[in-house]
């Protein structure tokens, strides 16, 4: 059944067709929940929020974007509306952890369930601006009217989620600290 088929079925609220949507896209939306959210309960209550959306929603896709791309705007949306109702502060580092320079070869050796592991790690303000910006592609003054926030602060934020990753790739492998390197 193409992506076509399936849409037009979930409009006319078929089951098998609103059951087949779930199965070809929760597991790729529930991985995108998990790198938002604190745990795996928040994410699976993001996961069936999004999708009340989406079927809420499916008269109103225009199909100017791929129904995978659609669904996950949504998700993401979700996502943000659990970060808000959490009410929590962006935290930031140190002013010594801030001045480190970052290099991202240090992710090219990492497997990707590593670095998964070392985003969810981030705190909570700086892995929504890192997933939004590096993975969704959103762009900095998207991020701040979608969070409230500036687009210095996005921009900030990313800054210090990349910081934050090399700390954590240094704790991992002293040897990928550039200031350990001979000279």
Not at 31 to 52: H, I, K
Not at 144 to 172: C, M, N, V, Y
Request: aromatic share 8%; glycine share 4%; hydrophobic share 35%.
């Amino acid at each position: 059944m193409t992506d076509k088929e399936l849409l037009e079925g979930c409009k006319r609220e078929d089951r098998i067709c609103q059951r087949e949507l779930w199965n070809r896209y929760s597991k790729k939306l529930f991985a995108l929940c998990q790198r938002y959210c604190n745990n795996t309960e928040e994410a699976e209550d993001a996961l069936m929020e999004s999708f009340v959306k989406i079927y809420d929603n499916l008269a109103k896709f225009r199909g100017d974007s791929s129904l995978e791309t659609w669904m996950r705007r949504i998700t993401v949306n979700q996502c943000i509306n659990k970060i808000r109702a959490r009410k929590h502060v962006l935290d930031s580092l140190t002013e010594e952890e801030y001045h480190l320079g970052f290099d991202d070869q240090g992710l090219n050796n990492l497997q990707v369930k590593e670095i998964l592991l070392l985003i969810e790690s981030l705190p909570v303000g700086y892995r929504t601006v890192f997933n939004m910006y590096a993975i969704e592609g959103y762009s900095h003054k998207e991020i701040a009217d979608e969070l409230g926030i500036d687009e210095g602060t996005s921009r900030s934020q990313f800054s210090k989620a990349r910081k934050a990753l090399q700390l954590a790739l240094i704790k991992q492998n002293p040897s990928a600290n550039p200031l350990n390197s001979p000279s």
